[in-house]
């Protein structure tokens, strides 16, 4: 059946800054959608929100068993299967069309052409990520540098890497609730990034809430938060923003953030721990023309 307007509108939600619902958008996309609108930079881009992933969960074979039994998420076969059926795909009609209008404009904001094609990042968003209760950081899926025509088998990815083994894994020992949840999925513009960086306001080995930790690498991040690569450590003072401590990672060609790049960090993580009203933990993209915000989520571990 073919979606209708009012039903493409509430699969759809750009990150603006005007509804941060976390049922709707998931955690991540709320956290962006709050940082849009606190004023900060983040890419620009939209959320398949969660009436999607219903829409696609209601043509799975055993998508209905799910939303009645949760249970099933504890059989390993069960579950094997909902992933399976979810990546084999395709998008639900309804679904693709809801897609189609809203990747196309994206490209018209990038002015992408035959020279500068179009490449995002297509981002899971659960309803469970980045609360005060639990984070799922890195639990699951991310996808950098694709065309729009890759986009839906991404999003397909993403939304099985709901019921990934690590991630069912996570809810058992936090003592989470073994339910289906539900998965908005962020589609942005890939920041072509000179340097990444990860960091947290509260540092998280010590504890300090004097301290900022930053671990920044060269280019993308995704490289650092897999642990491909050994990024800079960096440890600063929050009262005069001094280093007071710098490991140098693995990556060739000296530290991967200069001065000026750092102090400007420095106050955005400050500037975010602000708005939020608590220690947080951000992700950050250094382009050209400045920083992006990726994420930025409260510290959930003591």
């Not at 209905?64 to 009609?93: I, K, Q």
């Amino acid at each position: 059946m073919p979606a209708t307007t009012e039903t493409a509108d509430a699969m759809i939600e750009w990150l603006e800054g005007r509804h941060p619902e976390v049922a709707r958008i998931g955690g991540k996309g709320a956290s962006l959608a709050r940082l849009a609108g606190f004023g900060f930079r983040i890419p620009p881009g939209f959320c398949l929100t969660t009436d999607a992933f219903a829409a696609q969960l209601a043509t799975l074979p055993g998508g209905d068993r799910l939303t009645t039994d949760p249970t099933v998420l504890a059989e390993t076969g069960s579950r094997a299967e909902l992933v399976r059926a979810m990546l084999a795909g395709p998008l639900a009609p309804a679904v693709a069309t809801a897609l189609a209008g809203p990747l196309a404009r994206l490209a018209g904001q990038l002015g992408a052409d035959a020279a500068h094609p179009v490449r995002l990042a297509v981002r899971s968003s659960g309803v469970a990520e980045d609360g005060t209760a639990a984070s799922f950081a890195g639990l699951h899926d991310t996808e950098l540098d694709l065309a729009p025509d890759d986009v839906a088998p991404a999003v397909l990815r993403c939304w099985a890497s709901l019921w990934s083994d690590r991630a069912i894994g996570y809810r058992t020992r936090r003592g989470l609730a073994l339910d289906g949840g539900a998965m908005a999925v962020v589609v942005q513009a890939l920041v072509p990034a000179i340097a990444a960086a990860v960091a947290f306001t509260r540092h998280p080995v010590t504890g300090r809430t004097d301290q900022i930790l930053v671990n920044a690498a060269p280019g993308l991040g995704e490289a650092m938060v897999s642990g491909l690569v050994t990024p800079d450590t960096i440890v600063i003072d929050k009262a005069d923003r001094t280093v007071v401590d710098f490991i140098a990672g693995d990556h060739e060609g000296g530290p991967a953030l200069a001065e000026d790049a750092l102090a400007e960090l420095i106050g955005l993580c400050l500037d975010a721990e602000g708005a939020f009203g608590a220690a947080v933990d951000i992700e950050a993209a250094l382009a050209t023309d400045g920083w992006y915000l990726l994420q930025a989520r409260p510290i959930t571990t003591p």
